[in-house]
């Protein structure tokens, strides 16, 4: 069974592209644009095997959704526009894998996303 790859970016041109992305690269995906859309996805029972979530444009509250995702096992990793100390800081103590800043090339973003997978 392929694996499902949980896209969430306020941009809805982002998560199009990204979503794209890894269906080409035989991913399946679930994707959300809004803090709604993200939590009905987290509400399912296996919500996916790895979530990327691009903060940008989410208010603070998108850090407890990541909490949940954490509880729930499910390994995740943030991008966003800039380095921040801050914004590692909270990540990674809400359980990201990984921060990483954009731009990602298409080899950066499939490296990690098959290091989380341990594919």
Known sequence: MKETIMVV???PKNVELLSQFFEKQDYRTSTASS???FDDLVKEETP???ALIDITGFDKSIWDRCEI???KRVPFFIIFPKA???VKDEGLS???KDVVVK???KDQLL???KLILGS
Do not use: F, T
């Open 48 to 50: 996916a095997n790895l």
């Open 111 to 113: 490296k990690i996303v």
């Open 35 to 37: 803090l709604s859309e």
């Open 103 to 105: 731009p990602l090339s």
């Open 84 to 86: 921040s100390d801050k």
């Open 9 to 11: 970016a306020h941009n």
């Open 69 to 71: 995702l954490r509880k």
């Open 94 to 96: 809400r359980g990201a």
